[in-house]
């Protein structure tokens, strides 16, 4: 038995490549975080994590995702996909579930580095998440959300086809911070016009949607 089937796993646009992080990847995630994610007066995480002191950042983010590897179980995981273009890490996009096989019910969430923000990358790396989600995970309905300050993940959002279910408000750096919520099944989803490279997937389906033999 493969012990961590998921790393065969390749999803690949006409732009990026998306893999399950490993650690010489994770580095490489590390450092592009070390150089700027979001603007210092902004904050687009629930989570304030980038706001670590300099020299923890990267260790932080690497343990954080080390963590997610070691906690996967069937009912409970996140599939953090390394964003890759022209062979160098750009991002991440995740994509997480809890009790799939009931739910049929997926989150994504995603960040790049800014310098390669506003080039259409971000909704290239969703959409890649969302074919791969609805066509071979079987997947029902697809969550999101975003701080309504952050207008680029509201218009990758609007241009794949969520409609927003209502707001939350959260404290953020001790200040409210209002969040989107949005939600996309199957038919509601506009599709890209490329098509979805994906290999690998027979090696990790069982491990995905928690198949077990007879």
């Known amino acids: 038995m493969d012990p ?3 790393r065969h796993l390749v ?3 006409p732009r990026l490549e998306l893999r399950p992080d490993d650690d010489a990847g994770l580095f490489e995630l590390a450092a592009l975080a070390e150089q700027g994610i979001h603007p210092p007066e902004r904050m687009p995480f629930l989570e304030p994590w980038t706001d670590a002191l300099p020299e923890e950042l990267g260790r932080n983010m690497v343990q954080h995702y080390w963590r997610k590897r070691a906690d996967r179980t069937s009912q409970d995981w996140e599939l953090n996909l390394l964003v890759r273009k022209d062979g160098v890490v750009i991002g ?3 994509i997480s579930t809890i009790d799939f096989a009931t739910t049929r019910e997926v989150g994504t969430g995603s960040w790049l580095g800014m310098r390669y923000q506003g080039a259409g990358l971000g909704t290239e790396m969703r959409a890649a998440a969302l074919l791969f989600a609805f ?4 997947v029902e309905l697809a969550v999101s959300g975003a ?3 952050n207008p680029a993940s509201n218009r990758v959002s609007a241009k794949l086809g969520y409609r927003t279910t209502g707001t939350r408000r959260h404290a953020v750096r001790g200040k409210l911070a209002i969040e989107n919520n949005v939600e996309l ?3 509601e989803f506009r599709r890209p016009q ?3 490279e994906v ?3 027979e090696k990790c389906r069982a491990w995905l949607l928690d198949e077990r033999p007879g």
Not at 135 to 138: A, P, S
């Open 185 to 187: 099944t199957e038919p």
């Open 135 to 138: 066509d071979y995970l079987g």
């Open 92 to 94: 991440t996009q995740g």
């Open 199 to 201: 290999v690998g997937f």
């Open 4 to 6: 961590w089937p998921v």
């Open 147 to 149: 701080f309504q300050d």
């Open 194 to 196: 490329w098509s979805l």
């Open 11 to 13: 999803l690949r646009t």
